[in-house]
């Protein structure tokens, strides 16, 4: 660009003098020679691109030489060329930087004002029709619109680096959100940003769910989990009414009031998606009763909200996949997958710290009569008895799972076998008491390791074998496995078992 202002000045040069009828040799010469320089150090630049600053420097020294002859040649402060030297500084200012086109102008104004006391002087040839003191004041007019350039050019570079900063820092929080899968590390990521990106004092992130405010605050050192009441919210209502962020000097709503007491000058912003309103954030600016808070950083933060509202949704959509991947369709509870995993994960930590890990594996009676007599829809009706029955009868670390057809299972961790019986004992009564829609009974197998097995496999076959035995003896009952571990040896793809093998054909299944 600076080359082409350069081969534009030539041009204008000898066009308008020309024009005038002021070409000569002297300046057709002139001309030529400042081309030939201004090519010499391309070429330079192109063979050696580190140095382009030195190059860049030396051509705007040789333009404001070439400029302050030619100005004097054709008529000093009243030359019809005068204003290639304010498009010069112009072009100096906007291409290289404000300090470049402020240097240029320095110098284009030393050196018109010495050509201009060179051609009084009769040093160089030239033509003069000011006084020294119309010069002077030419100059420092040429001053003033200079600095007025490199001023109004420093504000446009500060703009457009604050706002190139908060668009890296609005990709830095895009890449957060994706990394988060949790909806506490959506509005965590939120309300880092605000703070330490944006310059706020203090954020909260409210998100509203189930007739209840749950959220993150973030005071610049702690961020603290906050979980509220549903309440009168006017001036989160006001926000969502108008779907753009609201600035308040003071809060004057319970709600907020409550996660950021005595706050001042605050923005709110909606946190929602497509018109689905999801929360608000709210963020302190602070200082005094006339503090400003910049445009750009309001509309940041409505921005990042509104990332935020995209990340909260896809959370919460992946939870609900999550949830569904590992829970029973028609009772809620756990599913075969859930229970695996448990499985290994309790065996593991009973095998490293020695704590009992009981089994008790749930079968409805004659469930096959059930569906044949009443119906699936009333089976399903037991079934759906039957798991309420398990997570009422238990406490919130156990595991309750359904594994298929009327197979339920309880994984109880720290539970030793005689409290595992108890516990079988007592969910059996309470699946009895709720099932309204036919009368059912139920049987129970309770294996533990240690003292029947040593590893997930071994446990989930004794307390299968101990189901077997109870239905063998009459079913309606709860029996503890008195298998033995076989010295801790794992059991191999062959091996035989006292009772049926988990997951293959079981004798007590639906009998």
Known sequence: MLQLVRVLGATAVLGITAMLGLLDAAIVFGVLVYGVIVAIAELFLVRVPER??????????????????????????????????????????LLVSYRTGLKLALWCALLLLLAHELVDAGVIEGTTHVNDRFAVVSACTFLVFALSAAVFSSVNERSLRHSRSQLSSLVELGAELERSRRTDDVMAALVRHACARLGFVRVAVLVHHDSRWTGIVDDGRVEAHVELPDQAAPVVWECWSSSSPLLVRSLDDGLLDAVLPDASNVLVAPVAADDERLGVVVAEWGGEGDARIPSSTVQALAQAAMHTALALRNASLLVEVERLATRDSLTGIANRRLFDESLARETARSQRLGAPLSLVVFDVDHFKQINDTFGHLTGDAVLRDVAEALVAGTKGFDIAARLGGDEFVLLL??????????????????????????????????????????????LVSA?????????????????????VPEGGVPATPGSQRSGPRWGGASLARGA
């Open 52 to 93: 382009t600053t030195a190059f860049v420097t030396a051509t705007v020294l040789v333009d404001g030489v070439t400029l302050a002859l030619v100005v004097s040649a054709t008529g000093g402060a009243r030359s019809p060329l005068l204003f290639l030297v304010f498009l010069d500084v112009v072009a100096a200012t």
């Open 413 to 458: 961790p720290g539970c030793h076998r005689e409290d595992a019986v108890k516990v079988a004992d007592r969910v059996r009564q309470e699946i009895i008491r709720r099932s309204t829609t036919t009368a059912v009974t139920i049987s129970a197998g309770v294996a533990t390791m240690p003292e029947n097995a040593v590893d997930g496999e071994r």
């Open 463 to 483: 307390a299968d074998g101990a189901l077997y035995d109870a239905k063998r003896q009459g079913r309606d009952r709860s029996l503890a496995s008195e298998r």
